[in-house]
Nanobody, 116 residues
């Protein structure tokens, strides 16, 4: 059974950093495009960053460029989102997704709260 499990969320002060992990199982992770999304209360779920199957190309929403990094380790079937210089506006539930053609999987999300 295909599964994505996010971890690494928590409470951090403004300016701090967190590293989220997305561990995959039950499918051929190395062939899937990975995306991180986030959703704040009362707002739509938005794409934050994406990385191609081989990890050679990445994309970021403008609001996180220069602060967030997305990476993956296909040998470990795990993707990462390194978040630096965090702001209160980054507070959200963060989800990872895996997509290959019409097939997609979602994780359950991990809460990130940026507050002093």
């Amino acid at each position: 059974q295909a599964q994505l499990v996010e971890s690494g969320g928590g409470l951090v002060q403004p300016g701090g950093a967190l590293r989220l992990s997305c561990a995959a199982s039950g499918f051929i992770f190395r062939t899937y495009y990975i995306t991180w999304h986030r959703q704040s209360p009362g707002k739509e779920r938005d794409v934050v960053a994406g990385i191609t199957s081989g990890g050679l190309s990445t994309n970021f929403v403008d609001s996180v460029k220069g602060r967030f990094t997305i990476s993956r380790d296909n040998a470990k079937s795990t993707a990462y989102l390194q978040m630096n210089s965090l702001k209160p506006a980054d507070t959200a539930v963060y989800f990872c997704t895996a997509r290959w053609g019409s097939q997609s999987y979602w994780g359950q999300g991990t809460q990130v709260t940026v507050s002093s």
